[in-house]
């Protein structure tokens, strides 16, 4: 069980970050967007989870938790942004909305 | 060993799903499929908790709000997954090369170090795993979670605040809305603006 080494859960947690990164640049639509945010977030968390192992130390799961906190918060804040720009604008694309473009 | 390989794969190809899928309804399952493989290897990391946690806050309530706000948005068909932009997927593939051969190669290079803790698994097996992290949580970290729960309560008051706006506006449609944004829409939507997203594929 805990044969597994940690180098491969820093490996897995890269992979899932960097999809999601991908995700964030290539898909326009806000919803999808916010999606592949929390898949980063969560490759950080698998990060941190198994660093804490490695190093026999719970700060990596106290970290965890606070990431899953702003997580949460987030999610809750951007849908409702979300909502609110559909009703605005009738549109989720992120390149729609630029009117803080200069 | 074989339960980390079927389950890293599940997840991986679980994250590009979330990517690739073209109905947004198909990528937040996939993110549930995601969700609940982190949580099989947090347990398999022991962290039995956290696993808990992942599946009670995010397979239950990110995706749930996701799939929501999808059925409240999209059943109107006013969000259409627009196509996919050559340059800027080209862009992406190349940056996201470069991140990954880049953190893949200092996680293969560079050996773990650092201060070790007392939290050895026999302690934890001993002590009680959730025990020991909840009197971790509660001393140590005391100002955090009050800061975290602060912070719940200002996203929470902002949600609010935002969801009401969208009663607002809905009750008095026709008449003058107060909304800054309003002005602009209104302003925009006399020249060209036209929404993209009924006309995109």
Redesign the interface.
């Known amino acids: 069980m805990s044969g597994v080494p940690t180098a491969w859960f820093l490996l897995l947690g890269a992979i899932l970050f960097t999809i999601g990164a991908v995700g964030v640049l290539v898909r326009r639509n806000v919803l999808i967007v916010l999606m592949c945010v929390e898949l980063m977030l969560n490759a950080v968390n698998l990060t941190f989870v198994a660093l804490g192992r490695e190093l026999n130390s719970l700060t990596g799961q106290v970290f965890v938790f606070f990431v899953i906190v702003v997580a949460a918060v987030e999610v809750a804040v951007g849908l409702a942004i979300l909502v609110e720009l559909n009703r605005l604008r009738q549109t989720a694309d992120v390149d729609e909305v630029s009117e803080l473009k200069g | 060993?074989v339960l980390?390989w079927v389950v890293?794969a599940v997840?991986?190809l679980a994250?590009?799903g979330?990517?690739l899928n073209r109905n947004?309804i198909y990528?937040?399952l996939s993110?549930l499929v995601?969700?609940t493989m982190?949580a099989v290897?947090?347990l398999?990391?022991?962290?039995q908790?956290?696993a808990m946690?992942?599946v009670i806050?995010?397979a239950g309530?990110?995706v749930v709000?996701?799939v929501f706000?999808?059925m409240?948005?999209g059943a109107t068909g006013?969000?259409q997954?627009?196509g996919?932009?050559t340059p800027?997927?080209i862009?992406?593939?190349v940056?996201?090369f470069l991140?990954?051969s880049t953190?893949?190669s200092v996680?293969?290079e560079s050996a773990?170090g650092?201060?070790?803790?007392?939290?050895?698994?026999e302690m934890l097996a001993q002590a009680g795993q959730v025990q020991?992290?909840g009197i971790?949580?509660y001393t140590?970290?005391l100002l955090?979670v009050q800061l975290?729960g602060v912070?719940?309560l200002?996203?929470?008051v902002?949600?609010l605040q935002?969801?009401q706006?969208?009663q607002r506006?809905?009750t008095s449609q026709t008449t003058k809305s107060t909304?800054p944004?309003?002005s602009?829409?209104s302003a925009s939507a006399g020249t060209s603006h036209t929404?993209?997203?009924?006309s995109?594929g």
């Not at chain 2, 398999?44 to 962290?47: E, V």
């Not at chain 2, 650092?114 to 698994?121: E, I, L």
């Not at chain 2, 929404?195 to 009924?198: A, K, L």
């Open positions: 060993m980390f890293a997840a991986v994250a590009g979330v990517v947004a990528s937040a993110l995601n969700f982190l290897l947090y398999l990391l022991n962290a908790f956290i946690v992942q806050v995010y309530a990110v709000l996701f706000v999808e409240l948005l006013r969000i997954v627009t996919w932009l800027r997927l862009v992406a593939a940056a996201g991140l990954l953190v893949g996680v293969y773990i650092g201060m070790r803790g007392n939290a050895t698994p020991v992290l971790t949580l140590d970290y955090a975290a912070l719940m200002v996203g929470l902002g949600a935002l969801g706006q969208w506006g809905r909304l944004l309003r602009t829409e929404p993209v997203s009924e995109g």
